[in-house]
């Protein structure tokens, strides 16, 4: 049904998609099995238990990988089930470097999980590539990789990363959760395993929690598979679906999230009542020019520091309609939160303000509403914060 030659948009909506071969039903089904019949003992037609895998699975799997540019995809039950899975791969002793500001979740499984395991986390500014050559150590096993991070919209130069870590035999993983691989494809960038939360855009409704790992090495995709198998975090059916009829409609999403982030950066960085805007696509953004090579658009993340308090800035982001506050982002609709009192609220102030997290900072995911909408609610809530 469609080929490699075809423009992602294509693939988006066929790859690893046939029409059921018994019925002829163009979607691929929701497979709600938990086991399959044998011929006889032994003899399974593909599949014999869910976890181990499943049609609907299969399907997104396929067609995660062929986005990414990978050979093989395993879905997750969540993000950090990915996520986890990267560092099941690792042993006691060994030794990982990655991002001061990488998502909090991923901080917290390396310090508060797997530390009592007896690995080794260093956290540097992933933006200076001799932070990370710096870093390295004859134990390192794993580089890890956010870009765009979250909530300042950093950009690491993937290509550069990737590099040092291979000079060191180590192995590069990148989170590509914030840009998509419709925005960028890290694999081609010389990444060993793409990790994504698809409960952000890929999912992009807001309507399942899910994650994968994509990668072109047969022994590494091994033993994903060996770790879904063994230690159980795989998705259920409907959320396959889910995630499968999210992807179809991804570059016309993530083509609107840009336009109307652009715009509403552009917007803010003239405001006389914000401080400053992170947003890489804007010129002025220390990250612009890398972001420029390596991805295809800037997304639809953006943060802004009101000039003003924490509390004002709280009232802000209460009084907003077309955003709605809460955590998470990717959906269609737009989002806002506050990481001070929120995402963020665990670090220490000292450390957050040091860190760039600023008491009146505050992130957007852009959805898909109309721009001009998204706007006036922008504006009405600045007023009625800073009055
Ligand atoms: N990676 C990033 C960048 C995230 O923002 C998140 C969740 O917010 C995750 C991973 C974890 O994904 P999940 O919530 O699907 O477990």
């Avoid at 130069?157 to 840009?179: K, P, Q, R």
Wanted: net charge negative.
């Amino acid at each position: 049904m469609t080929s490699d030659d075809h423009r992602i948009e294509t693939r988006a909506i066929h790859a690893g998609q046939e029409p059921d071969e018994e019925t002829g039903a163009l979607m691929t089904p929701i497979h709600a099995n938990s086991t399959y019949v044998q011929d006889g003992p032994g003899e399974h037609r593909g599949y014999e238990y869910s976890r181990t895998g499943n049609p609907t699975r299969t399907d997104l799997e396929e067609n995660l990988a062929n986005l990414e540019g990978g050979e093989h995809g395993r879905a997750f039950s969540s993000g950090m089930g990915a996520i986890n899975t990267v560092l099941n791969l690792l042993s006691a002793g060994d030794h990982v470097v990655t991002g001061e500001d990488v998502y909090g979740g991923t901080h917290r499984i390396f310090t508060q999980v797997y530390e009592e395991y007896d690995l080794e986390f260093s956290f540097v500014d992933m933006t200076d590539l001799d932070e990370i050559e710096a870093a390295m150590r004859e134990e390192t096993e794993l580089l890890w990789l956010e870009t765009p991070t979250n909530p300042l919209m950093s950009i690491v130069d993937v290509e550069g990363a990737a590099g040092i870590a291979h000079e060191h035999d180590v192995l590069c993983a990148i989170d590509n959760t914030f840009a998509s691989p419709y925005l960028q494809r890290p694999l081609e960038l010389g990444a060993d395993v793409v990790c994504h939360s698809l409960t952000k855009y890929i999912g992009g409704h807001s309507d399942l929690v899910a994650g994968a790992l994509i990668t072109d090495s047969d022994e590494l995709d091994e033993r994903f598979g060996f770790y879904q198998n063994s230690v159980g975090a795989t998705p259920g059916p409907f959320d396959c679906f889910l995630a499968l009829r999210g992807t179809k409609t991804l570059p016309v999403r993530m083509d609107r999230h840009c336009e109307n982030a652009r715009r509403i950066a552009t917007w803010l960085d003239d405001h006389a009542g914000v401080d400053r805007v992170f947003y890489p696509g804007l010129e002025a953004h220390p990250g612009h020019e890398i972001a420029a090579e390596q991805m295809d658009d800037f997304g639809g993340m953006l943060s802004f520091e009101l000039d003003g308090t924490l509390e004002e800035a709280s009232t802000l982001v209460s009084e907003t309609e077309v955003f709605t506050l809460a955590e998470s982002l990717g959906g269609v609709e737009s989002l806002i939160e506050q990481p001070a009192p929120m995402t963020h609220a665990a670090i220490p102030r000292e450390e957050r303000v040091a860190a760039g997290l600023t008491d009146s900072l505050i992130r957007v995911s852009v959805g898909i509403e109309h721009v001009d909408d998204q706007i006036a609610d922008l504006e009405q809530a600045i007023e009625a914060a800073v009055e």
